[in-house]
């Protein structure tokens, strides 16, 4: 079945970066897009940023400029390089799978002095 897995998350300061990673099974992962979602407390959640099967990228309006979604093809990997981060990037992020739907397990980012 499809699993995925994030790591990377935990507390920083503002201006800090911090690098998100999603490994993905149970899928072909080159011809997948990807996407990353938050969800901040007490709000729905969020797009953060997709990258397609030709490594063509979308992104939030909010995080244009700072986060960078990127892959590995041979580590059925995705990331999100987070830079110059602020506490209104402050929640759970989570990894997905629009085609089959899935979903990771979230992994918690606080950006706090």
């Known amino acids: 079945q499809v699993q995925l897995v994030e790591s990377g998350g935990g507390l920083v300061q503002p201006g800090g970066s911090l690098r998100l990673s999603c490994a993905a099974s149970?899928?072909?992962?080159?011809?997948?897009?990807m996407g990353w979602y938050r969800q901040a407390p007490g709000k729905e959640r969020e797009l953060v940023a997709t990258?397609?099967?030709?490594?063509?990228?979308k992104y939030a309006d909010s995080v244009k400029g700072r986060f960078t979604i990127s892959r590995d093809n041979t580590k059925n990997t995705v990331y999100l390089q987070m830079n110059s981060l602020k506490p209104d990037d402050t929640g759970v992020y989570y990894c997905?799978?629009?085609?089959?739907?899935?979903w990771g397990q979230g992994t918690q980012v606080t950006v706090s002095s």
């Open positions: 149970g899928i072909i992962f080159r011809v997948a897009t």
């Open positions: 990258i397609a099967s030709n490594e063509f990228t």
């Open positions: 997905f799978l629009p085609n089959p739907v899935n």
